[in-house]
């Protein structure tokens, strides 16, 4: 019976871990999510702005 309580315990140790650890690279990939959104958002609003001032100096040199 103290066996089965101690590999009990050491499998709750180790899921304590694992979810420590998940949880941790959730963070990351969350991190890193709302990064590349921001910069998608960046390029997406640069890229139009270049395309609209493109649009602009066609029209003047008509």
Request: charged share 10%; aromatic share 2%; hydrophobic share 35%.
């Amino acid at each position: 019976m103290n066996k089965t309580l101690a590999t009990l315990t050491t499998a709750g140790s180790e899921l304590k871990s694992a979810a420590s650890t998940l949880g941790s690279s959730l963070s990351v990939v969350q991190t890193r999510q709302d990064c590349s959104k921001q910069l998608i958002n960046v390029l997406q609003n640069g890229a139009a702005n270049l395309t609209q001032a493109y649009s602009n100096q066609e029209a003047a040199n008509s």
